[in-house]
T-cell receptor
Framework: DAKTTQPPSMDCAEGRAANLPCNHSTISGNEYVYWYRQIHSQGPQYIIHGLKNNETNEMASLIITEDRKSSTLILPHATLRDTAVYYCIAKARGSNYKLTFGKGTLLTVNP | NAGVTQTPKFRILKIGQSMTLQCTQD?????MYWYRQDPGMGLKLIYYSVGAGITDKGEVPNGYNVSRSTTEDFPLRLELAAPSQTSVYFCASSPSSGNSNYGYTFGSGTRLTVV
């Protein structure tokens, strides 16, 4: 799996968009970018994943650069309940589904 | 639809005791996993299973055992508990290759303290 790099922490004002960056410069062509988050003391929660096209669901949007070396998770209107650690993971689809979690980004949404 | 259910939620063990952490899922997922998370750290994979009767080691399997007799259940056994096993344990499941959504579903965790 390609190594991913995320800032250790970020702040965001409530109601504003939260943009969480992730670098994955060694990502290979068959590796997807997955985002999970972990709210304090809870199990991680799947958010979104993508290969090269931008993706959007009810939780967030995922923007992947054309060269696929970086991506941004966007929470369009952050709320206090979005305060969590966000993990970016590069993973190839196939028979091995083991996800490796790094330290992620602690997003703090402030009132 | 309950998702992934873990029991117990909390447990205190004495050194040398044994216990089984239970995990069950009702989504008919073939893949199941056990992770541990130490305070302030990321998740580390203990064991995983790709289907009933098939299990394999993750990165930190020592001191643990698993079994997978059914699709739904994936219990984690701690033998001879040690203080180093004090952690939060998460069970997760995911669909197999035929499904386009590869998201994991995690349980709410078991907080284990070994004293």
């Amino acid at each position: 799996d390609a190594k991913t790099t995320q800032p250790p922490s970020m702040d965001c004002a409530e109601g504003r968009a939260a943009n969480l960056p992730c670098n994955h410069s060694t990502i290979s062509g068959n590796e997807y970018v997955y985002w999970y988050r972990q709210i304090h003391s809870q199990g991680p929660q799947y958010i979104i994943h993508g290969l090269k096209n931008n993706e959007t669901n009810e939780m967030a949007s995922l923007i992947i650069t054309e060269d696929r070396k970086s991506s941004t998770l966007i929470l369009p209107h952050a709320t206090l309940r979005d305060t969590a650690v966000y993990y970016c993971i590069a993973k190839a689809r196939g028979s091995n589904y083991k996800l490796t979690f790094g330290k992620g980004t602690l997003l703090t949404v402030n009132p | 639809n309950a998702g992934v259910t873990q029991t117990p939620k909390f447990r205190i063990l004495k050194i040398g005791q044994s216990m089984t952490l239970q995990c069950t899922q009702d989504m008919n997922h073939n893949y199941m996993y056990w992770y541990r998370q130490d305070p302030g750290m990321g998740l580390k994979l203990i064991y995983y299973s790709v289907g009933a009767g098939i299990t394999d080691k993750g990165e930190v399997p020592n001191g643990y055992n698993v079994s997978r007799s059914t699709t739904e259940d994936f219990p984690l056994r701690l033998e001879l508990a040690a203080p180093s096993q004090t952690s939060v344990y998460f069970c997760a499941s995911s669909p197999s290759s035929g499904n386009s959504n590869y998201g994991y579903t995690f349980g709410s965790g078991t907080r284990l303290t070994v004293v």
